[in-house]
């Protein structure tokens, strides 16, 4: 039984990791930290946890923390996890980090868009968590940098084609909606109620932080420097990412023959499903699932191709991909904890 603990666990993503690992059949989880809710059970804090676990919030070192665990979770705010990380690695928990202090491999660019990065020593080998892509390396590392919710459906909306080169690197058009959760807990205005409801709004437009993962990704898969335009927006939804993406064709293909390729390249993905043609996704058809749907069209007139992605932002885009990660990285199967079908209605 591999012994897991939280470590940030109040938020959302940190709910939906316990939430994922009390079903978990390889699983005991064994610390859920919180300062600010330290001693107080999990379920005062979301009742859903009634009955399910007794577990309590704990306000604890890495060394506490280490000492009974084999995997941790950082479910921590940027800029903190890479002051924590060293600790447990050094004392042989493997890591499973989901905020962005490991995800970008040029520490000059993380700092352009963080802050200065204080644990620089483990960028290296750090691997980038998206399995589709990386399972050899997630198997073997000790590190996992968790991607990146819009991250996640963009790059898995666009790998075959940029694996294959159909597309010109340099014309993607990303178009991102997401739902009200990717904000996190915290309250602030911006995400109140009154602020969301009945609205739909870009959102730091043309410098949002998760740019250069996107453009690190893409151009490891097109093998060759990528910029991308992506505009993020809020949706008034607890939970869900859309994604349209566009590109220009450099082949003359079908839809079919689009469809074909993403097909044969995601045919062993449990977590990917690739709809029929003149089929498109809805944000609905993944909520509370570690599923990422996929439709896309040829458009003829224009030349381009019109990919559409959908997540759950909290589950494939977070804590369900979190587990996914942690699975390979202990040689537990994959899909361990994640074979929950999508909530619907």
């Known amino acids: ?43 005062d804090l979301y009742p859903a946890f009634t009955g399910q676990t007794d577990l309590l919030f704990e306000e604890a070192s890495p060394d506490q923390i280490a000492a009974r665990c084999d995997v941790v979770f950082l479910a921590l705010p940027h800029e903190v996890s890479m ?50 892509l990386y399972r050899d390396a997630v198997r073997k590392a000790r590190l996992v940098a968790n991607p990146g919710c819009y991250p996640t459906s963009v790059i898995l909306g666009l790998a075959p084609l940029l694996r294959m080169k159909w597309i010109d690197p340099d014309s993607i058009i990303a178009d991102s909606k997401s739902g009200v959760s990717g904000a996190g807990r915290e309250p602030v205005v911006n995400s109140l109620f009154c602020e969301v409801d009945e609205a739909f709004k870009a959102y730091k ?33 607890s939970r869900g990412i859309l994604s349209t993406i566009y590109a220009t064709l450099r082949e003359e293909v079908t839809t079919a023959d689009a469809l074909a390729l ?34 896309l069209t040829v458009d003829g007139r224009t030349g381009r191709v019109i990919v559409v992605s959908v997540i759950d932002n909290l589950i494939k885009g977070a804590s369900g991909q979190a587990v996914q990660n942690m699975n390979l990285m202990c040689g537990l199967p994959e899909d361990e904890g994640l074979r929950m079908m999508p909530l619907y209605p």
């Open 262 to 295: 993403y097909e044969s390249f995601y045919r062993n993905e449990t977590f990917i499903r690739v709809y029929k043609e003149g089929a498109f996704p809805n944000v609905s058809s993944v909520r509370g699932s570690n599923f990422c749907d996929i439709g």
């Open 205 to 237: 437009v043309g410098q949002h932080r998760h740019t250069p993962e996107i453009e690190q990704e893409l151009g490891a898969l097109a093998g060759t420097k990528v910029t991308v335009s992506f505009t993020p927006h809020l949706l008034p939804l």
């Open 83 to 132: 002051a924590v990380a060293g600790a447990f690695l050094e004392r042989g928990v493997k890591v499973v980090d989901l905020s962005a202090d490991f995800r970008l491999r040029d520490e000059t660019v993380y700092e352009r868009w963080y802050a200065p990065h204080t644990a620089r020593e483990y960028l290296k080998e750090a691997v980038y968590g998206l399995t589709e």
């Open 1 to 43: 039984m591999i012994k897991a603990a939280i470590y940030g666990a109040s938020g959302y993503t940190g709910q939906e990791l316990l939430r994922i690992l009390l079903r978990h059949g390889g699983v005991e989880v064994t610390a859920a930290t919180s300062r600010r809710y330290a001693g107080r059970p999990v379920a």
